[in-house]
C-alpha cells in the first residue's frame, strides 16, 4: 500500500470546515483513498472513501487531486465530538495482494474548539 | 443492527497467564480482522481471517499469539504466556464480502492489562 503523510495535529473552531489534508505520492492506480477516526480511545470508524472522483457523504466529504496524489477530508461544519485522530489510508480494492489490512499511520489529531 | 461485540471489555491477567479475546462480527460479516494498539501509539494490523480460514497473519507475533475465526461462533484471538509488553487495546473488525471495497466496522476494543 501506498504511504500517506498527514500533519501531526491541526485546530478548528466549533462551526467552522476542517480541513485534513493527506499527501499520497506514490499511490497507483488501483488504490482507492479511505479515512478513518478514532476518537479517544474508542475503534476507529470509517468516514468515507474515494478512488478518483471526489465524494460526499453525511459525514464528510473527500476531494481527491486530478492527479491523485493528494486529498483532503472536509467536516463541513466540525463540533466538539469531531475532536479525534484522524487516519488517511491507501489501499487496493478487491483482488489486491493486501486487500484486507488497513494500514494506520500517525494520523493527525483534529481539535475543535469553542 | 448490532455492532460488532467484543469481550470483555477490560481483561487483566498475570504474567504467564492466556488471555482469550472474543470477538463477534455483524451479522452478515464473514471477514474479520485483529489490530492492536499500544500505548502511545498507532493501530497495528495483526491477523485478517476469513470463516475457518487465516487469509494473513503478517502482523502476528511469531510466538505465544492465535486466531481463529471457526464456522459457529465468535472469533478468538489467544495469547498463551502474557507478558507486560502484551498490555494493549485490541481492536476487531468485520467487513462484508463484497466485491469492489470493504468498509471495517471497528468494535469497541479490550483492553488488556498484564500485571
Known amino acids: 500500500d501506498a504511504k500517506t503523510t498527514q500533519p501531526p495535529s491541526m485546530d478548528c473552531a466549533e462551526g467552522r470546515a476542517a480541513n485534513l489534508p493527506c499527501n499520497h505520492s506514490t499511490i497507483s492506480g488501483n488504490e482507492y483513498v479511505y479515512w478513518y477516526r478514532q476518537i479517544h480511545s474508542q475503534g476507529p470508524q470509517y468516514i468515507i472513501h474515494g478512488l478518483k472522483n471526489n465524494e460526499t457523504n453525511e459525514m464528510a466529504s473527500l476531494i481527491i487531486t486530478e492527479d491523485r496524489k493528494s486529498s483532503t477530508l472536509i467536516l463541513p461544519h466540525a463540533t466538539l465530538r469531531d475532536t479525534a485522530v484522524y487516519y488517511c489510508i491507501v489501499r487496493v480494492g478487491a483482488g489486491g495482494t493486501s486487500y484486507g489490512k488497513l494500514t494506520f499511520g500517525q494520523g493527525t489529531i483534529l481539535t475543535v474548539h469553542p | 443492527n448490532a455492532g460488532v461485540m467484543q469481550n470483555p471489555r477490560h481483561l487483566v491477567r498475570r504474567r504467564g497467564q492466556e488471555a482469550r479475546l472474543r470477538c463477534s462480527p455483524m451479522k452478515g460479516h464473514s471477514h474479520v480482522y485483529w489490530y492492536r494498539q499500544l500505548p502511545e501509539e498507532g493501530l497495528k494490523f495483526m491477523v485478517y481471517l476469513q470463516k475457518e480460514n487465516i487469509i494473513d497473519e503478517s502482523g502476528m507475533p511469531k510466538e505465544r499469539f492465535s486466531a481463529e475465526f471457526p464456522k459457529e461462533g465468535p472469533s478468538i484471538l489467544r495469547i498463551q504466556q502474557v507478558v507486560r509488553g502484551d498490555s494493549a487495546a485490541y481492536f476487531c473488525?468485520?467487513?462484508?464480502?463484497?466485491?469492489?471495497?470493504?468498509?471495517?466496522?471497528f468494535g469497541p476494543g479490550t483492553r488488556l492489562t498484564v500485571l
Open positions: 473488525a468485520s467487513s462484508p464480502p463484497t466485491v469492489s471495497y470493504n468498509e471495517q466496522f
